[in-house]
């Protein structure tokens, strides 16, 4: 075959593999491609009454590949294990009288930001979905906001955490990821709880857009609280030597730090305060201590060391507790979802808090269109605007802006080689070792064991 | 050929924006998708000025966007409490980012331009990583924090007014952009710009011998194609999406997409640009609708299908197909 019937031989394969693809039906690709042909077949759905839906569609552009895919992935399993329940387990949405499924359509956004606005105008404008979930990470969901804004549809927002996008005038967004500033608030309250004498807190955090959020309202909540910020500094991103600044921050002999940004700065701290012997009674670490790698990487040195998550499995939210603090309760119990969310994802394969949260907000939109007995963009709105409520993933509230302020991390501890979680106590699988080992104490081996 | 037959290329340009803009308008659900194959054409259509025309990669095109982003973002957060500016806001943006635009490739081009090559190539790969750690070390314009500013925007031009400037204004100053750097290409090639260049891009040695001061118009060309990626990122970016984050508009991963475009669509082509957005932009598109989370597994392979059929990009092949027949009076 000489290259001149080689090359139209290949011109051909690549025009037929277009025309096959662009000629497939959806629906014969993937299961869940089946809510193309629904979102066909109800191309008027939002403005038919609520009574004639035969299904409610959510839309999701949603981060399968690029540099947010696991995230991604772990917040499509978790939509579907939720949707999976809704519409099996609770018999899907009650609406008019009847119960209506749930149906889910995504595509995958590549986790960049052309994309995203491209297939949201698509879900709204021919899927006609009568809500968007966000992809990953705030600037992707801040990008997507002017589009279904400008719609009106809903967009619910459970991957991006910059309390900044609630402060920009957008109507129909509602949050189900715990802003930043709230990440290391039930760590103060702990401590405060814990140790009512513990006074002088210090923050060391990375430049970063996220950890400068954090800090914000973590500042702000021990103010609140009476801590006394005896320290506050901050370093750049892809630090190497944090030498300088902990040894200026020994110098204010702090009760507890607070700190972090990433996995590889976290790690850092924590290796260079055990070098220059820095003990405090709790350190906690945004983004790195709650992460297994965090503990293989320092083996003994991570003992005692906290830090904030939105989710961790073993939480033991359950309807008893949402009675306890007078909530209502849905969705399934933490280890009914992560059976549905295996399923879902078709391998073993923990949960994580992205997950969890995706879920979380599928449960919420149905508690709103049940509250509103709506689909309509304004009546849910306002009914999520109202709702309260608590799931497997804990509390659920938002104020007017959208902004979630129901839910409460859960702080991590590492004890004896396992993260337990110590705090909110609702959600506590074990007691916070307080004050944590020192240095010293653990490089002979020592061990964070809770007392009895 | 007279004054007027050697812009006839203009015309399937014109005409391929045309329907672009019909088919985002009339067929319902669209428009945001001609809103992103506009981007890719008029980055394309930037980036070709520079990569087309003289055959130098520049790896460092995306720090050109990010300064024209920085430069709307600028304007509209500086000046958003100054009352009665209103709209005059975005052009002092759009001003603001031509002249960071330009300042930057000046800077880069004094010192790059002097390369060949390989050399170039490797010079300009730290400029993007090197200015975003700049902003964010020395804490720039907010530094890492970045600005988010649609709050501003509503100040400025009213709640309505800024949604459809987000959702559709935006764009349609991208498809402005594009159709402009279409014109400016083709102008070059049709004057002693685009012979000097034709030139030093086949024998940069053999040029120089002829007498003609290449460092000039390869700086012409640099210069060219940055004010053009600094429009296409004030309006595109920071219009379309009222924030900036340090990473996300620094990011080498828009600089190889341009690359790819170039390269599918034809280098130094007038079209080329257009159709190879088109082809990059249609594919990504589809294949993430109808195998999302497997299409880039497709997408590489029809990429490289694509460029060993046409070496010399989709246009490069047509163009010469076309060569002494009617139509090639149209295809450059």
Same mark, same amino acid.
């Given at each position: 075959?000489?290259?001149?019937?080689f090359?139209?031989?290949?011109?051909i394969?690549?025009?037929?593999?277009f025309v096959?693809i662009?000629?497939?039906?959806?629906?014969?690709?993937a299961p869940?491609k089946?809510a193309?042909?629904?979102?066909?077949?109800?191309?008027?759905a939002?403005d038919k009454?609520?009574?004639?839906?035969? /299904?409610i569609l959510?839309g999701h552009?949603?981060?399968?590949?690029?540099?947010?895919?696991k995230?991604?992935?772990?917040a499509?399993g978790?939509?579907?294990?939720?949707?999976?329940?809704v519409n099996?387990?609770y018999?899907g949405?009650?609406?008019?009288?009847?119960?209506?499924?749930l149906?889910y359509i995504y595509?995958?956004?590549e986790?960049a930001?052309?994309?995203?606005?491209?297939?949201i105008?698509?879900?709204a404008?021919?899927d /006609?979905?009568h809500?968007?979930?966000?992809p990953?990470?705030?600037?992707?969901t801040?990008r997507?906001?002017?589009?279904?804004?400008?719609?009106k549809i809903l967009?619910m927002?459970?991957?991006?955490?910059s309390?900044?996008i609630?402060?920009q005038?957008? /109507?129909?967004?509602?949050?189900t990821?715990g802003p930043?500033t709230?990440?290391?608030?039930?760590?103060?309250n702990?401590?405060?709880?814990?140790d009512?004498?513990?006074k002088?807190v210090a923050?060391?955090?990375?430049?970063s857009?996220f950890a400068?959020? #954090?800090m914000e309202?973590a500042?702000? $909540?021990?103010?609140?609280?009476?801590?006394e910020i005896v320290?506050e500094?901050?370093?750049?991103?892809?630090?190497?030597?944090?030498?300088?600044?902990l040894s200026a921050?020994?110098?204010?002999?702090?009760?507890?730090?607070?700190g972090?940004?990433h996995f590889?700065d976290?790690?850092?701290?924590n290796?260079?305060?055990?070098?220059?012997?820095i003990d405090?009674?709790?350190?906690s670490?945004?983004?790195?201590?709650t992460?297994?790698?965090?503990?293989?990487?320092l083996?003994?040195m991570?003992e005692? #060391?906290m830090?904030p998550s939105h989710?961790e499995?073993? #939480?033991?939210?359950?309807?008893?507790?949402?009675?306890?603090v007078g909530?209502?309760?849905?969705?399934?119990?933490?280890d009914?979802?992560?059976?549905?969310?295996k399923?879902?994802?078709g391998?073993e394969?923990?949960?994580?808090y $992205?997950a969890?949260?995706?879920a979380a907000?599928?449960?919420a939109y149905t508690?709103?269109?049940e509250k509103a007995n709506s689909v309509?963009?304004?009546?849910v709105r306002a009914?999520?605007g109202d709702?309260?409520f608590?799931s497997?993933?804990?509390g659920?509230?938002v104020?007017?802006?959208?902004m979630?302020?129901? $839910?409460?991390m859960?702080?991590v501890q590492?004890?004896?080689?396992e993260r337990v979680?110590v705090?909110p106590?609702e959600a506590?699988t074990?007691k916070?070792v307080?004050p944590?080992?020192t240095?010293?104490e653990?490089a002979?081996?020592?061990k964070a064991?809770?007392?009895? | 050929?007279?004054?007027?037959?050697?812009y006839?290329?203009i015309?399937?340009?014109?005409?391929?924006?045309?329907?672009l803009?019909?088919?985002?308008?009339?067929?319902?659900?669209?428009?945001q998708?001609?809103?992103?194959l506009?981007f890719?054409c008029?980055?394309?259509q930037?980036?070709n000025i520079?990569?087309?025309?003289?055959?130098?990669v520049?790896?460092?095109?995306?720090?050109?966007?990010?300064?024209?982003?920085?430069?709307?973002?600028?304007? @509209?957060?500086?000046l958003a409490?100054l009352p009665?500016?209103?709209?005059v806001?975005i052009v002092?943006g759009f001003?603001?980012a031509?002249?960071?635009?330009t300042l930057?490739?000046? !800077?880069?081009g004094?010192?790059?331009?002097?390369?060949?090559?390989?050399?170039?190539a490797i010079?300009?790969i730290?400029v993007n990583e090197g &200015?975003?750690?700049?902003?964010?070390?020395?804490?720039?314009w907010?530094?890492?924090?970045g600005? @988010?500013?649609t709050?501003?925007?509503?100040?400025i031009?009213g709640?309505?007014?800024a949604?459809r400037?987000?959702t559709?204004?935006?764009d349609?100053?991208?498809l402005?952009i594009?159709?402009l750097?279409a014109?400016v290409t083709l102008f070059?090639?049709r004057n002693r710009?685009?012979? !000097?260049?034709?030139a030093?891009r086949e024998?940069e040695?053999?040029?120089?011998v002829?007498?003609?001061?290449v460092t000039?118009?390869?700086?012409i060309?640099f210069i060219?194609?940055a004010c053009f990626?600094g429009l296409?990122?004030?309006?595109?970016?920071?219009l379309?999406t009222?924030?900036?984050f340090?990473?996300e508009?620094?990011?080498?991963h828009?600089t190889v997409?341009? @690359?790819i475009? %170039?390269?599918?669509?034809g280098a130094?082509?007038?079209?080329g640009?257009i159709v190879?957005?088109?082809i990059?932009g249609i594919?990504?598109y589809?294949?993430s609708? &109808?195998?999302?989370g497997l299409q880039?597994?497709?997408? !590489?392979?029809?990429?490289?299908?694509?460029?060993v059929m046409f070496p010399?990009?989709v %246009?490069?092949?047509?163009k010469?197909?076309?060569?002494?027949?009617?139509?090639?009076?149209?295809?450059?």
């Open positions: 075959m000489n290259l001149r019937v090359k139209r031989l290949m011109l394969v690549a025009a037929v593999g096959l662009g000629c497939q039906k959806p629906e014969s690709k869940e089946k193309e042909t629904a979102a066909e077949k109800t191309a008027a939002p009454p609520a009574a004639g839906l035969d /299904k959510i552009p949603a981060c399968l590949s690029g540099k947010y895919a995230a991604g992935e772990q499509v978790g939509i579907k294990a939720a949707l999976d329940w099996n387990t018999g949405v009650t609406l008019g009288g009847r119960k209506v499924p149906e595509y995958d956004c986790s930001k052309e994309a995203v606005t491209s297939l105008g698509r879900l404008m021919s /006609k979905v809500v968007v979930f966000s990953y990470s705030s600037g992707l801040l997507g906001a002017p589009v279904t804004e400008a719609n967009y927002d459970h991957g991006g955490a309390n900044a609630f402060r005038g957008f /109507k129909y967004i509602v949050q990821i930043a709230s990440y290391h608030q039930g760590t103060l702990m401590i405060k709880a814990t009512p004498a513990a002088k923050l060391a955090y990375e430049d857009e400068k959020m #954090v309202g500042r702000e $909540h021990a103010r609140k609280l009476g801590f320290f500094r901050t370093y750049p991103k892809g630090v190497t030597d944090l030498t300088p600044l921050l020994k110098a204010s002999n702090p009760d507890f730090i607070l972090g940004g590889e976290g790690q850092l701290f290796r260079q305060m055990a070098d220059l012997g405090t009674k709790a350190l670490l945004i983004a790195a201590a992460l297994p790698a965090f503990y293989e990487a083996t003994n991570a005692g #060391v830090g989710w499995y073993g #939480v033991k939210y359950s309807e008893r507790e949402a009675k306890k909530l209502q309760w849905i969705g399934p119990s933490q009914e979802f992560v059976a549905l969310f399923k879902a994802v391998k394969m923990i949960p994580d $992205h969890a949260e995706a907000q599928v449960l508690l709103a269109v309509e963009v304004d009546p009914a999520l709702l309260t608590m497997f993933y804990g659920w509230d104020d007017d802006t959208g979630q302020v129901g $839910h409460t859960v702080d590492w004890q004896n080689g979680i705090w106590p506590q074990g916070p307080y944590m080992p240095f010293a653990k002979q081996g020592k064991i809770a007392g009895m | 050929m007279n004054r007027v037959t050697q006839y290329p015309l399937p340009v014109l005409l391929a924006y045309a329907i803009f019909i088919v985002g308008q009339t067929v319902s659900g669209t428009w998708l001609v809103a992103t506009l890719y008029a980055m394309g930037a980036f520079f990569l087309g025309m003289t055959g130098y520049d790896f460092g095109y995306v720090a050109f966007m990010g300064m024209g982003t920085y430069g709307m973002a600028l304007a @509209i957060t500086r409490h009665g500016l209103g709209a806001v002092i001003g603001l031509l002249l960071m635009a930057l490739s000046l !800077a880069v004094a010192v790059a331009l002097r390369l060949r090559g390989a050399y170039f010079a300009t730290g &200015f975003r750690f700049l902003i964010e070390g020395a804490r720039i907010n530094g890492a924090e600005m @988010i500013f709050a501003q925007l509503v100040n031009v709640s309505e007014r949604s400037l987000m559709y204004w935006a349609v100053m991208v402005a594009a159709v750097a014109a070059y090639m710009v685009g012979y !000097a260049l034709t030093l024998d040695d053999a040029a120089k002829m007498g003609i001061n000039k118009y390869k700086i060309a060219t194609s990626a296409v990122g004030a309006a595109s970016w920071a379309k009222p924030y900036v340090p990473p508009v620094f990011e080498i828009y997409e341009a @690359i475009i %170039v390269m599918l669509g130094g082509t007038l079209l640009p190879g957005g088109l990059y594919s990504k589809y294949l609708i &109808f195998l999302p880039l597994l497709v997408f !590489a392979p029809i990429i490289i299908v694509i460029i010399e990009g %246009v490069g092949v047509l010469n197909r076309t060569r002494n027949t009617a139509l090639g009076r149209f295809i450059i």
